[in-house]
């Protein structure tokens, strides 16, 4: 069965400070993996996904994430952090190859920016 | 402009009355899905579908029904609805796999059962 686990369910930084966002998934093949954010009473946006190829990618918002599937993780950075970040925010995992359709969330991770 | 729409937006109703949600995409889609999320758990997958008349159950379907008639319609029915069902759920909609296979969320209906 897929999983995805977000070890951290709040951070706090300051603004101007570097971000990561860790997310763990299991998953017995390739997966396709995803970052979305949830502003306050928002939807979801995606930030970023991966299929396959350079495990580097790039999304909007000046956020970055990167595949390692030797620690079966894809972590969410970003260099300098903005106030506007302060959000919601899961990695999910989708089992497109086999089981199309079924996608796994994470419980998220709320972020806090400190002016 | 591509979107997904759900109705309504706010809903409140009691114990057992039988509610439909409903969920149109624009964007000629294969598959769609339900989800409800709570806080502290994320968003949990209820139901999906990838394409007219097949369906399949995700992670927490019990007390949920959906159908497919239609590729752009995905409605989902609560027929006996109970306080735990209260939640804000989300559809959305995505093409068949491919690097294009981001999911597209509606704007999230919150659902309130006494």
């Known amino acids: 069965a897929q999983s995805v686990t977000q070890p951290d369910i709040h951070i706090t930084v300051s603004e101007g400070a570097s971000l990561e966002l860790r997310c763990n998934y299991s998953y017995g093949a390739t997966p396709y993996l995803f970052w979305y954010v949830q502003s306050p009473g928002q939807g979801l946006q995606l930030l970023l996904k991966y299929f396959s190829g350079d495990t580097l990618v790039q999304g909007i918002k000046g956020f970055e994430a990167e595949f390692k599937r030797s620690q079966s993780s894809f972590n969410l950075r970003k260099p300098s952090v903005h106030w506007s970040d302060a959000a919601e925010y899961f990695c999910?995992?989708?089992?497109?190859?086999?089981?199309?359709?079924?996608?796994?969330f994470g419980d998220g991770t709320t972020l806090t920016v400190k002016p | 402009e591509a979107q997904v729409t759900q109705n309504p937006r706010y809903l409140i109703t009691v114990t057992g009355k039988k509610l439909t949600v409903t969920c149109s995409q624009n964007m000629n889609h294969e598959y769609m899905s339900w989800y409800r999320q709570d806080p502290g758990l994320g968003l949990r997958q209820i139901y999906y579908s990838m394409n007219v008349e097949v369906t399949d159950k995700g992670d927490v379907p019990e007390g949920y029904k959906v159908s497919r008639k239609e590729k752009r319609n995905f409605p989902l029915i609560l027929e006996s609805p109970s306080p735990n069902q209260t939640s804000l759920y989300f559809c959305?909609?995505?093409?068949?796999?491919?690097?294009?296979?981001?999911?597209?969320f509606g704007p999230g209906t919150r659902l309130t059962v006494t």
């Open positions: 999910a995992v989708g089992a497109y190859n086999t089981n199309a359709g079924k996608s796994t």
């Open positions: 959305a909609s995505r093409p068949r796999s491919g690097t294009s296979g981001m999911e597209y």
